[in-house]
Structure formats: structure tokens, C-alpha cells
């Protein structure tokens, strides 16, 4: 069974940091992409980094050179590291693993920025 379990959300600051973590398990973890998502209240799910394994990270332009996605193949984790954090960076963010055929998502964790 698969499982993708999110972690490290919470309320910053503006200008603030978080270090996002998504341990994943009962899957051949280094051959699946590996993404992180979010979703702001009345707004689409929207794609934030993106990561396969021996390949760079591709990220969406509002968080270019803020948010870093890395990945541990022997952890099988996945990180996001969302420095000068902002208030429309405020959603729901999500871990997702895909290839070709399969897809899976956590349940997400819950990024806030405000004063």
C-alpha cells in the first residue's frame, strides 16, 4: 500500500522560512517523480517544484529562487524549502509521486503566512 505522509506546515511570518517533508513508502520511490502541489482556499490545485530523481528541480515562476525541492532516495523523502515565505504562498500543500501509469497523493499540511 502506498502512503505519502506530509509534514512540517504551520504558521510563519512573512519573509518567514519552512522546510515541508513528505515520507513516502510502499513504492519503488527513486523511479517516481516526485512533486509538491498546493491549493489555496477557491483556487485550483497548481503545481509548485518538481523533481526526478539524478535531474533539478523544476518550479513554478512565482516561486523560482524561494523554494527549493530535494530529495533523499535512501529516506525516501522529499523535501520543499520555502524560504521568504509570502501571504499568497498561504494553501494547503500537497506530495505527490507519478510515473506513466500511477499516481499517488498524501492528505497535505497546511502552510499559513500571516502578520
Known amino acids: 500500500q502506498v502512503q505519502l505522509v506530509e509534514s512540517g506546515g504551520g504558521v510563519v511570518q512573512p519573509g518567514g522560512s519552512l522546510r515541508l517533508s513528505c515520507a513516502a513508502s510502499?513504492?519503488?520511490?527513486?523511479?517516481?517523480?516526485m512533486s509538491w502541489y498546493r491549493q489555496a482556499p477557491g483556487k485550483e490545485r497548481e503545481l509548485v517544484a518538481a523533481?526526478?530523481?539524478?535531474?533539478?528541480?523544476n518550479y513554478a515562476d512565482s516561486v523560482k529562487g524561494r523554494f527549493t525541492i530535494s530529495r533523499d532516495n535512501i529516506r525516501n523523502m522529499v523535501y520543499l524549502q520555502m524560504n521568504s515565505l509570502r501571504p499568497e504562498d498561504t494553501a494547503v500543500y500537497f506530495c505527490?509521486?507519478?510515473?506513466?501509469?500511477?499516481?499517488?497523493w498524501g492528505q497535505g499540511t497546511q502552510v499559513t503566512v500571516s502578520s
Open positions: 505527490k509521486a507519478s510515473t506513466d501509469r500511477y499516481e499517488y
Open positions: 510502499g513504492l519503488p520511490f527513486s523511479t517516481y517523480v
Open positions: 523533481r526526478s530523481t539524478g535531474q533539478y528541480g
